[in-house]
Structures are given as C-alpha cells and as structure tokens.
T-cell receptor, first 113, second 112 residues
Framework: GAGVSQSPSNKVTEKGKDVELRCDPI?????LYWYRQSLGQGLEFLIY????????KSGLPSDRFSAERTGGSVSTLTIQRTQQEDSAVYLC???????????FGPGTRLLVL | QKEVEQNSGPLSVPEGAIASLNCTYS??????FFWYRQYSGKSPELIMF????GDKEDGRFTAQLNKASQYVSLLIRDSQPSDSATYLC????????????FGSGTRLQVQP
C-alpha cells in the first residue's frame, strides 16, 4: 500500500511569506506527527494529532507555526511570515499497524531566502 | 530535557565486518526504542524496534537494550556498502503522544 506522502517536495520562499506543507498519512493510521530536521541537527518534534482530537502543539517553536488535520486524515502545517531559521526539512510521520511504529514521509525541504 | 546521545562518527568498517552503533538516553520512562536509517537527502527508514531488555535479531541486524543502563545498541553483521548511512536512535516517550526523541545519529561508512 501507499506510504506517507508529502507535498511539495521542495519549497523556496522569500522571508516574510507564508507557506503551507501538506501530509497525507498511511490509510487507517490515526496518529500523525510533524517533525523538523535542521541542517546538521537531529529531528525535533513539532506537533501530534490523534484522530479528531485536539492536537498536542507543545513542540511548535513559535506562534507563526500552526497545523490542522481535516477529517482525521490529511494534515497541513502552515508557517506564517517565514524566517531564514525556518529553513529545514519538515517530516511527517504516521503511526498505526501491529508494531505501532512511526513511518515517515519523504519530507518537504524548505528554503527561506 | 530528554537527551539521546550517539557518537556522530563517521564509523568506518570494512565490508563484511560487524558495525556496532551505540546510544544512551536520559528518559527513564521510555519503554520502546527505534532504530532508523537515513540516507543522505532522504527521510528516516525504520530498521527495527525493541522494547524488552536483551537482544532482538532481524536478519543481519541485532538490537540490544539495557534499560537499567539506559543503553541501546544496533549491531549490523556482514556490513555492506549499501549500509552506509546515518543511523538514528529514537526512544519513544512514555506519554500519550508517544513522540520520538532523536539522537543526532551516527554516520556509518562501509568500505568495499
């Protein structure tokens, strides 16, 4: 079956613009995560969704970041007024299945000029 | 602040040798531990997970866990050049969200 998909794969934007990143989890997976991987750094947790419940936003680095998940499936991560330090790879993961492991999408590589 | 420590490497081993990757973690509440492989420019790919003390084998890979020492390792037998990648250790939080805390990874180079 299809894995986690993300779009766009690459995004170049100018400082101050808003961007939207999309994640389509594995069908049937109820848990969805966003992580960020900055150059030379480890992955850091951003936000967690479980089904239609209110998300855990405790990892979001600033109020310029927001995310939503529609119908318990597709999620969108929005970054408003982008800054150069937002440049990173944004990874989405979904969890489910027998092993309850997280499976990652291919990521969106964001470059803020 | 939960921490995961890995030797950044690079760890260089000859083809056919055993590669040993180590990881220590600070969160005593973690019960499940995951190893991901990440090729340059790609997203993490699950190798295996372990949640019981001791060894768990899957093909050429063996994960070892010692919760008392807060230590987890990954052994790769008969290393191949295609194993050259960064290996990420990721304990799972013992919380409802079960987010992963990642180490910075160990870069493995398998020399042909």
């Amino acid at each position: 079956g299809a894995g986690v998909s993300q779009s766009p794969s690459n995004k170049v934007t100018e400082k101050g613009k808003d961007v939207e990143l999309r994640c389509d989890p594995i069908s049937g997976h109820t848990a969805l995560y966003w992580y960020r991987q900055s150059l030379g750094q480890g992955l850091e947790f951003l936000i967690y969704f479980q089904g239609n419940s209110a998300p855990d936003k405790s990892g979001l680095p600033s109020d310029r970041f927001s995310a939503e998940r529609t119908g318990g499936s597709v999620s969108t991560l929005t970054i408003q007024r982008t800054q150069q330090e937002d440049s990173a790879v944004y990874l989405c993961a979904s969890r489910g299945g027998r092993g309850e492991t997280q499976y990652f999408g291919p990521g969106t590589r964001l470059l803020v000029l | 602040q939960k921490e995961v420590e890995q030797n950044s490497g690079p760890l260089s081993v000859p083809e056919g040798a055993i590669a040993s990757l180590n990881c220590t973690y600070s969160d005593r509440g973690s019960q499940s531990f995951f190893w991901y492989r990440q090729y340059s420019g790609k997203s993490p790919e699950l190798i295996m997970f372990i949640y019981s003390n001791g060894d768990k084998e899957d093909g050429r890979f063996t994960a070892q866990l010692n919760k008392a020492s807060q230590y987890v390792s990954l052994l790769i037998r008969d290393s191949q050049p295609s194993d050259s990648a960064t290996y990420l250790c990721a304990p799972e939080e013992d919380t409802g969200r079960r987010a992963l805390t990642f180490g910075s990874g160990t870069r493995l180079q398998v020399q042909p």
